[in-house]
């Protein structure tokens, strides 16, 4: 078994992080992408724990022994698949101590190649948290902004030193951006942010491409510290037309969005109900931002257009609402926002020259 230092571990390629703490433990927090291979269950766990406080240490590793032995088959039969996939594997548990120890040393007595993290989990959390100061991000930020549905996260996903906020949320950071699978939990949220930190890092990147977001995404909050950083960047403004940004949102809001609630409920008539449901609740929630009477005119327009896709089976009767409502309430938002802005403004263009431009900065 060798021990491999945090640092050097998210230098590898390839690589499988191996997870041996209880489920509960891996839910709540987890290195990105780890496999969760528990030695213990969680009853098991808490079982051990209290054997170690009334009768001693001797006695809950016996109780470890007995609850371990009748996995040992199964663990190895996972490790070794695992290990066909990836040229590295990394096991750890919450302090890199007796359970990720005794994991890997068994693996590797009977062939299996892998690597211990040291200090375990509870240092990896502390060594992605610093990833996040400031202080030691080398990258200056490039805030992409633009009102909403000019297709900023589309530019991202193209441009190599972006970090994708949004995604690394799982959440559109608008009123209707939540997704049907749920949002990571703030620590895991925080953590991966981390990992895209780390790996511009890595790859000496001089600029670091992010959008222009609000303190949160969702149910996400942004670290402080990172927020300000960021916020404190050059901006670039995406200039779209109205008719580019309706396109958009249609396309992802409507289109493709029906088809996740379709697949999601593996049933037309239901995924496009729960769709139609999510989106006029979602409106509900704006009335007092709104304002009722043009809440009413937009819910109309949704609903005409709705039943006319129902009966006709057309996407496009959905723009009268979605233009509505990025008159009456996105755009009302962002030039009052824009207008209080004091952030420096290094470039202007539509999406080919702002994709041009974005490029162009290493």
């Given at each position: 078994?060798?021990?491999?230092?945090?640092?050097?571990?998210?230098?590898?390629?390839?690589?499988?992080?191996?997870?041996?703490?209880?489920?509960?433990?891996?839910?709540?927090?987890?290195?990105?992408?780890?496999?969760?291979?528990?030695?213990?269950?969680?009853?098991?766990?808490?079982?051990?724990?209290?054997?170690?406080?009334?009768?001693?240490?001797?006695?809950?590793?016996?109780?470890?022994?007995?609850?371990?032995?009748?996995?040992?088959?199964?663990?190895?039969?996972?490790?070794?698949?695992?290990?066909?996939?990836?040229?590295?594997?990394?096991?750890?548990?919450?302090?890199?101590?007796?359970?990720?120890?005794?994991?890997?040393?068994?693996?590797?007595?009977?062939?299996?190649?892998?690597?211990?993290?040291?200090?375990?989990?509870?240092?990896?959390?502390?060594?992605?948290?610093?990833?996040?100061?400031?202080?030691?991000?080398?990258?200056?930020?490039?805030?992409?902004?633009?009102?909403?549905?000019?297709?900023?996260?589309?530019?991202?996903?193209?441009?190599?030193?972006?970090?994708?906020?949004?995604?690394?949320?799982?959440?559109?950071?608008?009123?209707?951006?939540?997704?049907?699978?749920?949002?990571?939990?703030?620590?895991?949220?925080?953590?991966?942010?981390?990992?895209?930190?780390?790996?511009?890092?890595?790859?000496?990147?001089?600029?670091?491409?992010?959008?222009?977001?609000?303190?949160?995404?969702?149910?996400?909050?942004?670290?402080?510290?990172?927020?300000?950083?960021?916020?404190?960047?050059?901006?670039?403004?995406?200039?779209?037309?109205?008719?580019?940004?309706?396109?958009?949102?249609?396309?992802?809001?409507?289109?493709?969005?029906?088809?996740?609630?379709?697949?999601?409920?593996?049933?037309?008539?239901?995924?496009?109900?729960?769709?139609?449901?999510?989106?006029?609740?979602?409106?509900?929630?704006?009335?007092?931002?709104?304002?009722?009477?043009?809440?009413?005119?937009?819910?109309?327009?949704?609903?005409?257009?709705?039943?006319?896709?129902?009966?006709?089976?057309?996407?496009?009767?959905?723009?009268?609402?979605?233009?509505l409502f990025l008159v009456n309430y996105y755009d009302p938002m962002y030039k009052h926002s824009i207008?209080?802005?004091?952030?420096?403004?290094?470039?202007?263009?539509?999406?080919?020259?702002?994709?041009?431009?974005?490029?162009?900065?290493?």
């Amino acid at each position: 078994m060798k021990t491999i230092k945090i640092e050097d571990a998210l230098k590898l390629e390839n690589t499988i992080f191996i997870d041996v703490r209880t489920e509960k433990e891996y839910q709540d927090d987890h290195i990105l992408n780890a496999y969760n291979m528990p030695l213990f269950n969680n009853d098991e766990y808490c079982e051990i724990g209290t054997i170690y406080k009334k009768e001693g240490k001797h006695e809950a590793i016996d109780k470890g022994f007995d609850f371990v032995s009748k996995k040992l088959k199964d663990m190895y039969s996972i490790a070794r698949e695992l290990s066909a996939k990836y040229d590295h594997m990394v096991i750890y548990c919450a302090r890199g101590g007796m359970r990720s120890g005794s994991v890997a040393n068994l693996l590797t007595s009977i062939g299996i190649d892998l690597y211990k993290l040291e200090g375990g989990y509870k240092e990896f959390r502390n060594y992605l948290i610093n990833a996040l100061d400031p202080c030691n991000i080398y990258g200056k930020p490039i805030v992409l902004t633009g009102y909403t549905g000019s297709g900023k996260t589309e530019i991202l996903k193209k441009v190599n030193n972006a970090i994708d906020l949004e995604g690394i949320a799982n959440h559109r950071g608008s009123a209707f951006g939540g997704y049907l699978t749920p949002q990571p939990t703030q620590i895991n949220f925080e953590n991966n942010l981390a990992y895209e930190v780390i790996k511009h890092i890595h790859k000496g990147y001089k600029h670091i491409i992010i959008e222009d977001e609000g303190k949160n995404i969702g149910k996400s909050f942004i670290p402080t510290k990172f927020y300000e950083f960021i916020h404190n960047g050059n901006v670039v403004l995406l200039d779209s037309t109205l008719e580019e940004r309706i396109n958009n949102i249609l396309n992802d809001y409507v289109i493709l969005a029906q088809k996740q609630y379709i697949d999601f409920y593996n049933n037309i008539e239901l995924g496009m109900q729960k769709w139609y449901e999510n989106i006029e609740s979602s409106m509900l929630r704006l009335k007092q931002k709104l304002g009722g009477s043009k809440l009413k005119i937009v819910l109309e327009e949704l609903r005409n257009a709705f039943k006319n896709q129902c009966s006709t089976n057309d996407y496009y009767h959905h723009t009268k609402w979605i233009e509505l409502f990025l008159v009456n309430y996105y755009d009302p938002m962002y030039k009052h926002s824009i207008s209080k802005d004091e952030r420096n403004i290094i470039y202007k263009g539509n999406k080919e020259s702002v994709l041009e431009f974005l490029e162009s900065l290493r």
